[in-house]
C-alpha cells in the first residue's frame, strides 16, 4: 500500500519558537495533500489542503500565519508552527492523495505529537 | 459532504465477527461510502470503500443497503489488535475531495 511518513514523530519545543513537520509520500506522487490536527480525545479537524506549486487552502478559524504551509514538490509538504504557545500542543497528522482506478485515495502520515512548553 | 451518524461505542469478543453500523442518509449519487480506523496515537489507516455495491477486501466487508443511506462494516474475526476509533465517512472521489471526520465509534474487542 501507500506509504506516507512524517519527520519527526514527536516533538517538544519552547514557547515562542517555531517547529516545522515534514510530511512526505515515500512510494507516489501527490499533488495533494492534507494537514489535521487532532486534540486528545477528539477526533481529528481538518486544518488545510495543500496543492503542490499553489497556496495552501485554510479551513474556517485555522490562521494561515500561524500555521505555514509549502508544498514544493510532489511527495513534500511542510507545516511550520510560528511563534507556538502551549495551546498549539497537539497531535498532528498529514494525508496524500493518491489517483487509483476508482479516483483518489487518501493515506496517511503516522503523526506528529507537538508539545510546546 | 453527507454527514453520517454512528453508535458511540460497542464491544465483541475476539474471534467473533464486529458489525459496526453507519448511517448516512444523506449521501448523494457520486459519494462514496469510506471506513478508516484509528489505534491509539497513530495516523489513521484505510480500511475499505465502496459506492453502491458490496465490497470485501483483507481486511473487512462493506455492506451498502439499497438505498444506500446506511452501511455496515463487517470484521469477520476480531481480534485485539482491532480495538480502535472507526469512522464512517461519506465523500467524492477528487484529489482535493475532504474526509470530514465524526467521533467514530469506538470499537472494544475483549479476549
Known amino acids: 500500500g501507500a506509504v506516507v511518513s512524517q519527520h519527526p514523530s514527536r516533538v517538544i519545543c519552547k514557547s515562542g519558537t517555531s517547529v516545522k513537520i515534514e510530511c512526505r509520500s515515500l512510494?507516489?506522487?501527490?499533488?495533494?495533500m492534507f494537514w489535521y490536527r487532532q486534540f486528545p480525545k477528539k477526533s481529528l479537524m481538518l486544518m488545510a489542503t495543500?496543492?503542490?506549486?499553489?497556496?495552501?487552502?485554510?479551513e474556517q478559524g485555522v490562521e494561515k500565519d500561524k500555521f505555514l504551509i509549502n508544498h514544493a514538490s510532489l511527495t513534500l509538504s511542510t507545516l511550520t508552527v510560528t511563534s507556538a504557545h502551549p495551546e498549539d500542543s497537539s497531535f498532528y497528522i498529514c494525508?496524500?492523495?493518491?489517483?487509483?482506478?476508482?479516483?483518489?485515495?487518501?493515506?496517511f502520515g503516522p503523526g506528529t505529537r507537538l508539545t510546546v512548553t | 459532504d453527507a454527514k453520517t451518524t454512528q453508535p458511540t461505542s460497542m464491544d465483541c469478543a475476539e474471534g467473533r465477527a464486529a458489525n459496526l453500523p453507519c448511517n448516512h442518509s444523506?449521501?448523494?449519487?457520486?459519494?462514496?461510502v469510506y471506513w478508516y480506523r484509528q489505534i491509539h496515537s497513530q495516523g489513521p489507516q484505510y480500511i475499505i470503500h465502496?459506492?453502491?455495491n458490496n465490497e470485501t477486501n483483507e481486511m473487512a466487508s462493506l455492506i451498502i443497503t439499497e438505498d444506500r443511506k446506511s452501511s455496515t462494516l463487517i470484521l469477520p474475526h476480531a481480534t485485539l489488535r482491532d480495538t480502535a476509533v472507526y469512522y464512517c465517512?461519506?465523500?467524492?472521489?477528487?484529489?482535493?475531495?475532504?474526509?470530514?471526520f465524526g467521533k467514530g465509534i469506538t470499537l472494544s474487542v475483549r479476549p
Open positions: 465517512i461519506v465523500r467524492g472521489t477528487g484529489a482535493n475531495s475532504k474526509l470530514t
Open positions: 465502496g459506492l453502491k
Open positions: 444523506t449521501i448523494s449519487g457520486n459519494e462514496y
Open positions: 495543500s496543492n503542490e506549486g499553489s497556496k495552501a487552502t485554510y
Open positions: 512510494d507516489f506522487q501527490a499533488t495533494t
Open positions: 494525508s496524500a492523495s493518491r489517483g487509483t482506478s476508482g479516483g483518489y485515495e487518501q493515506y
